[in-house]
């Protein structure tokens, strides 16, 4: 553990544990009030993670700490070790993490099991109560002698190796904090892969690992009877920790799967676990949502970018509309058609894939987050002449939602206008039709690129204020179409009239006064002489308006 670096939430949660094995509660609970103090000075972490401090206390103290080893961590006071000079500078150092150090001073209270007693202890024969341990050991041996053959198994009893693995004395998967046991006891189990001839035995391994603990965290938001409830606050938490850590592992590469460089075996195991997912996706689960998630995210950043194999992604669709075909929730039903349109667009049939997008979201609107993962695949392959296609067939399915989501879509429009400045007319087009979800982002891009008749139209048809805006805003067009302007003005003029109170009276003064002004610049006095008689003619049994009026040196 080094916290040179960024700790993610396993580290973390390791971190946390071999806090409370090394320090007593007294010692935390003193650490923290010497941290509060701002007792730490000077501390430095080096690149491999060590930490030195001084801490002052009844006089001042060097410590130096390993948090990879707590065991050798040292203090010049007299306790030497397991000080409160240790416990601060460890705090000091953890909050640079920018994480709660709550969790660190309540280490003892945490619900969790030491990551040493689990599989280890059991081999050894200590941490854990004899009968526990009297029970494991064949189990262990068992699974020890399983791990080796893993390559020659299937997804489904790879899955229930881990069960098995998450059964061992010491684990649970009970209680969404004891999620690391069970990841820990997977993880010691795992066979090296080079001894299976299989490359990519590691990457499949860890995803499976990681896929069967988030399924055992979504399994705990069913009651007795199998019915759904929502997940509790701690279990959610774990469930996106561990969905935001095999984003990261396929974000970085880490867990690419290159289909063109695997071996038969190889190819084989991965349309197991993706076998798998799908059913464990359309079965019509708790929470299944989420399975979509792992899903698409596994071909978009861990198939898609490494290999093109249209049998490949044929398959998939095959098992996809075979699965269709099949009675589903529907909620299933659009997760189906979702991941169907996934392939068509890996196999660049577009209009395939609009067609099942549609279809979705006949069922059950789609979520932005997913068609993002659209545009955001469109949009790194540059071909400007397809993302406008994009955003112009996904645009209606945007006109659910508001900002902020508008204002992303609307950042595709504007790459897309790089690219293909001639695609401009498509855009107005597009974004007219979604009104009036799109009025916001319709709204700036009219002003933002100088389309002062449409934006003063928009303005008009939605009675929008001349008052609510700042002069900024009304000054281009006052000064390069202040005709325009024009009808702006009188129409919001007639309407505060309307209100007949004396601060709607106010405000109608003050667009008089911006009329008198832009009829002067536009050199047309007699027009606006022969209004405002008209106008006072009309209204002149409305006193209250006069006044403001005289005050406002529009009459005499």
């Known amino acids: 553990m080094n916290l040179a670096q960024p700790l993610d939430d396993l580290e973390w949660q390791e971190l946390i544990e071999d806090t409370a094995q090394y320090f007593n509660e007294i010692m935390l609970k003193r650490g923290f009030q010497y941290y509060k103090q701002q007792r730490v000075r000077d501390l430095e972490i080096t690149d491999s993670g060590d930490i030195s401090a001084g801490v002052s206390g009844t006089e001042p103290y060097y410590v130096r700490l390993y948090p990879a080893d707590l065991q050798r961590s040292i203090c010049s006071c007299p306790v030497e070790t ?46 854990t109560p004899q009968d526990e341990l009297d029970h494991g050991k064949p189990q262990l041996q068992k699974l020890l002698q399983t791990a080796p053959r893993l390559g020659e198994l299937s997804i489904a009893e790879w899955h229930e190796f881990f069960r098995q693995a998450s059964l061992l004395p010491g684990v649970a998967v009970t209680h969404s904090m004891y999620s690391r046991s069970a990841m820990d ?91 798998f997912l799908r059913d464990k996706m359309l079965s019509g689960a708790p929470k299944s949502p989420t399975y979509y998630q792992v899903y698409s995210l596994l071909w978009a950043r861990g198939i898609a970018p490494y290999s ?83 955003l112009v067939e996904t645009g209606p399915l945007f006109a659910h ?50 389309q002062w008749r449409r934006w003063i139209d928009l303005q008009l048809s939605t009675e929008r204020e001349p008052l609510d805006y700042r002069v900024s805003v009304l000054a281009p067009i006052e000064k390069e179409e202040p005709e325009l302007l024009l009808p702006f003005y009188h129409q919001a003029v007639e309407r505060y009239v ?28 007699e027009r606006w002489e022969l209004f405002l008689d008209a106008f006072i003619e009309r209204h002149s049994r409305l006193r209250a308006l006069h006044e403001e009026m005289r005050r406002g040196k529009l009459l005499s």
């Open 82 to 127: 397991r000080c409160k000079h240790l416990a601060a500078a460890l705090l000091e150092a953890a909050s640079r993490q920018g994480r709660s150090i709550t969790a660190l001073v309540n280490a003892h209270s945490a619900p969790l099991l030491s990551r040493r007693s689990k599989v280890t202890s059991a081999a050894r024969g200590t941490g």
């Open 185 to 275: 006891a997977i993880q010691q189990l795992k066979p090296a892969g080079a001894k299976l001839s299989m490359a990519s035995f590691t990457t499949l391994y860890d995803f499976n690992a990681s896929l069967f603990i988030l399924g055992q965290l979504i399994g705990q938001s069913k009651n007795s009877n199998g019915a759904t409830l929502f997940m509790g606050y701690h279990v959610q938490m774990a469930a996106e920790q561990l969905l935001n850590s095999m984003t990261n592992q396929l974000d970085s590469g880490k867990w690419s799967f290159r289909i063109q460089e695997m071996k038969e075996r190889e190819t084989l195991l991965l349309q197991g676990t993706i076998d």
């Open 308 to 390: 093109f194999n249209a049998a490949f992604y044929e398959r998939e669709l095959q098992q996809l509309e075979t699965a269709a075909n099949e009675k589903q929730p529907p909620a299933s039903s659009s997760i189906s058609l979702m991941a169907s349109a996934l392939m068509h667009f890996y196999l660049k049939q577009d209009e395939a894939c609009w067609d099942k997008l549609y279809g979705a979201d006949e069922v059950m609107h789609i979520h932005p987050y997913d068609l993002f993962q659209f545009l955001d695949a469109v949009e790194q392959n540059k071909d400007g002449h397809r993302l406008v296609r994009w």
């Open 401 to 450: 939602y508001n900002n902020p989501y508008m204002s992303q879509y609307m950042s595709f429009w504007e790459q897309a206008l790089e690219w293909v400045p001639q695609a401009e007319a498509q855009m107005w087009d597009t974004l007219t039709a979604m009104l009036p979800f799109s009025k916001v982002i319709y709204d700036d891009a009219l002003w933002s690129r100088g």
């Open 498 to 525: 309307l209100q007949k109170n004396r601060s709607s009276y106010k405000s109608a003064v003050k667009l008089l006064k911006r009329l008198a002004k832009l009829y002067k610049k536009l050199k047309q006095p």
